[in-house]
């Protein structure tokens, strides 16, 4: 089957309700730490699952939310009644924030019939249209095939060939955080950026109502960051959400990208990875955790 452009807009969504292989879900997640299910049963998405982003997420690792194995990846989606054949839409409560990630962990585990409602929840309730709350009903369990494409994902030794100039290394977070001047929301990390990486915090891929800004302005965010259209990109941010949204803006240019699991998270963690900050830049006092 053919791929499907990254984006769907409330328009088509709703045109599309009822067709037998859609598939809703609800991707919410908070970084404060707040749940996202009690906001999934006041208001959802006719017939949409919840992701719950820290489920199908790899329990054994010590980093954030990571990449699950395939066979855990292939059984939490069959419990959530969806298969990698599905046309899957994914959104959130924000407008797009958390449902770049899940886009982005279908994508790698093999889904390819996958996008992600543009503007999320805020815009599709915005106009009016219909949304369901209270305890969803039992999914009817289906069979997912997870199949991991390891090209789509960058380790820390990936990166580190990066930064010696096979690719360039685009940072979704803040710029305050990325120079160094600001801490880092979770403990223990160093604060800085990786030497010769690029800086283009998120919402500078996205308009004011949530979705993603049109093409033309899209091109101009990545030439002012100082991304070379012509070389690849590894994307990458605190935890690996947000950098999802950088690999989803360049989906939408017809650009690929891989996207660093680990993130700072990783990197800023260790005491072997390099890490450069602003001049003047100096931070007093341990970061607070999130």
Sequence with gaps: MPDLPPLISTEELASRLGEPDLRLVDASWHLDGRDG???FEAARL???VFFDLE????PDSDLPHMLPSPEAFTARMGRLGLSETDHIVVYDTVGIRSSARAWWMFRVMGASRVQVLDGGLPKWRTEGRTVESGPPSPSRPAVFSARLDPAAVADIEAVSAALAGEAQILDARAADRFAGYAPEPR???RS????GALNLPFPQVLASDGAIKPQSELEAAFREAGVDPRRPVITTCGSGVTAAILSLALATLGRGSRLYDGSWAEWGSRTDTPVVKAAGATIGGEAPAR
Excluded at 55 to 58: F, G, I, T, V
Excluded at 192 to 195: A, D, N, Q, T, W
């Design 37 to 39: 299910r009690p906001d």
């Design 46 to 48: 006719p017939g949409a």
């Design 192 to 195: 800085g950026h990786m030497p």
């Design 55 to 58: 489920a199908s997420s790899d």
């Design 187 to 189: 403990a223990g990390l």
